[in-house]
Each structure stands twice: as structure tokens, then as C-alpha cells.
């Protein structure tokens, strides 16, 4: 079975600090992915990667980077968190040639909210 | 993104139907898909239904499509107190299969 694995289900920071979110798959995936999840908003793409070192922007990057450097690692990285990143942040992951309709779709985690205070 | 909504709420009594409705955007859609996400968990692929089907059905589950309208629905047969969660509606990007526009998700409460 693949894991997607987000390292912290719960976290706390305050204004101003820097934040890592972290996140492993375990099944060679080439694709990752990083959303936020706000009530009423659903899920809204922050960046994804598709290859080691790659990084496309979502649809709201702003506030946010990420870093892939090995296959199995998505780093989400808030460089001065804000409160209004507060939220629930989930990763994804799945692997190039796979569709959606196969039993591989895509694969998330269990998701780490933040709280910025 | 591409456009998808949904309502917000659902209360369905157990073992009646439940129906979640949800409109899209991209008329170039290949895929339209249904996800579940449970109570501290994330998102479970449920259901999809391919851009040239009209209906879909798995056990329970009934997907219709009005590509005309741009109307997907869900229908969950004798809903069980199991099927309470938040059901999002996702449509895949044009050009990209990978990349996925979500709803604002339903929440689904059944009642005993």
C-alpha cells in the first residue's frame, strides 16, 4: 500500500517564523503535491513537482516555497508565517503514468494543520 | 484553478438517499471524480466517471454527468451513519491528468 507520510499532525508556530512542513511517500512517485485546505474553500493547489528538483507554482504560491531534492521528499516551506496560513495542509503524491481511474490514483496524506499565532 | 462548486451541507436521515451535486468549468475535463475524506483523515479516491459517460454505478454509488450543463451528482443508496464525511467533487486539469481542481467539498451528516 503506498504511504504518504506528512511528519507532524499538529503544529504551532508564531508570527514570523520560519515553517517546514515535510512530507515522504514511500512508493517512488514522481509527481508530489502540496495543498491547502480552508472550510468553504476545499483544496487549492499551493506548488507541486513532478521530478527531483522540479517545482511548478500552484494556484496560490504566494507566502509559500518547496524543495524536492530527493524523490521521496516535499518540503513546504513558509519563509515568515503569517496567520492567515493558518490551515490545513495536505500532501499528495502519485506516480507518472498512472491515471486517476487506476487503481493508483492520487494519494494523500493525513495532513498537518498549522496554527500561526 | 478551474471552477467546481458544491454545497456546503448535506443532512440525510440514515438508510434514505443522499445526493451531492456539484458544477465545473473545463469543458476539456477528461475525468470527473469523487473523493471522501472521513473525520483526521485525507482524501480516498470513491468514485469517477469518464467525460463520454452519462452514468456510472458502483454498488451504492451512482455518478451522473450532464456535460451539456456541466452538472456531476453522487448518489449514495441507503446511506449509512459510515457515510458521514466531507465528499469532494474534482475535475483534472485539461493539461495535466495529475493536477486536480477541487470543490469546497459537502459535508455529509447522517442522522439515526
Known amino acids: 500500500d503506498v504511504k504518504v507520510t506528512q511528519s507532524s499532525r499538529y503544529l504551532v508556530k508564531r508570527t514570523g517564523e520560519k515553517v517546514f512542513l515535510e512530507c515522504v511517500q514511500d512508493?517512488?512517485?514522481?509527481?508530489m503535491f502540496w495543498y491547502r485546505q480552508d472550510p468553504g474553500l476545499g483544496l487549492r493547489l499551493i506548488y507541486f513537482s513532478y521530478d527531483v528538483k522540479m517545482k511548478e507554482k500552484g494556484d496560490i504560491p504566494e507566502g509559500y516555497s518547496v524543495s524536492r531534492e530527493k524523490k521521496e521528499r516535499f518540503s513546504l516551506i513558509l519563509e515568515s508565517a503569517s496567520t492567515n496560513q493558518t490551515s490545513m495542509y495536505l500532501c499528495?503524491?502519485?506516480?507518472?503514468?498512472?491515471?486517476?481511474?487506476?487503481?493508483?490514483?492520487?494519494?494523500f496524506g493525513n495532513g498537518t494543520r498549522l496554527t500561526v499565532t | 484553478g478551474e471552477d467546481v462548486e458544491q454545497s456546503l451541507f448535506l443532512s440525510v436521515r440514515e438508510g434514505d438517499s443522499s445526493v451531492i451535486n456539484c458544477t465545473y468549468t473545463d469543458s476539456s475535463s477528461t475525468y470527473l471524480y469523487w473523493y471522501k475524506q472521513e473525520p483526521g483523515a485525507g482524501l480516498q479516491l470513491l468514485t469517477y466517471?469518464?467525460?463520454?459517460?452519462d452514468m456510472k454505478q458502483d454498488q451504492r454509488l451512482t455518478v451522473l454527468l450532464n456535460k451539456k450543463d456541466k452538472h456531476l451528482s453522487l448518489r449514495i443508496a441507503d446511506t449509512q451513519t459510515g457515510d458521514s464525511a466531507i465528499y469532494f467533487c474534482?475535475?483534472?486539469?485539461?493539461?495535466?491528468?495529475?493536477?486536480?481542481?477541487f470543490g469546497a467539498g459537502t459535508t455529509v451528516t447522517v442522522r439515526a
Open positions: 466517471i469518464f467525460s463520454n459517460m
Open positions: 474534482a475535475e483534472s486539469s485539461g493539461s495535466n491528468d495529475y493536477k486536480l481542481s
Open positions: 499528495a503524491s502519485i506516480a507518472t503514468g498512472s491515471t486517476q481511474v487506476t487503481n493508483s490514483p492520487l494519494h
Open positions: 512508493m517512488d512517485h514522481e509527481n
